[in-house]
Nanobody
């Protein structure tokens, strides 16, 4: 399984970005996909995740109401729409996938087997 994240860039506070994660190599529709981020000098943290059936969609408290995760199984793609961006959202964003993860583990990066290379998001004040 390979994951390719894209869509990062430089944006002013209050702006929007749309990150995409394309998953290839296996039956994408059976994979839960999560987004995580890591800011300089900080630990990786959970951002959002969506189960293969869309029955479970989770967000970190810090992004609720501003970020939206969605998936298009026909295109093997998960999208993270980020609105009202803040300087504290600056980080490298990674997408991750797993086919056996359960809802209670979706926020934990250690439970995902496959990771993309990351895309840098920079929000200026």
């Amino acid at each position: 399984v390979q994951l390719q994240a894209s869509g990062g860039g430089l944006v002013q506070a209050g702006g929007s970005l749309r990150l995409s994660c394309v998953v290839s190599g296996r039956t994408f529709s059976r994979y839960t996909v999560g987004w995580f981020r890591q800011a300089p000098g900080k630990e990786r943290e959970f951002v959002a995740a969506i189960s293969w059936s869309r029955s479970s969609i989770l967000y970190a408290d810090s992004v609720k109401g501003r970020f939206t995760i969605s998936r298009d199984n026909a295109k093997n793609t998960v999208v993270l729409q980020m609105d009202n961006l803040k300087p504290e959202d600056t980080a490298i964003y990674y997408c991750a996938a797993d086919s056996t993860i359960i809802r209670s583990s979706m926020t934990s990066g250690e439970h995902y087997d496959y990771w993309g290379q990351g895309t840098l998001v920079t929000v200026s004040s």
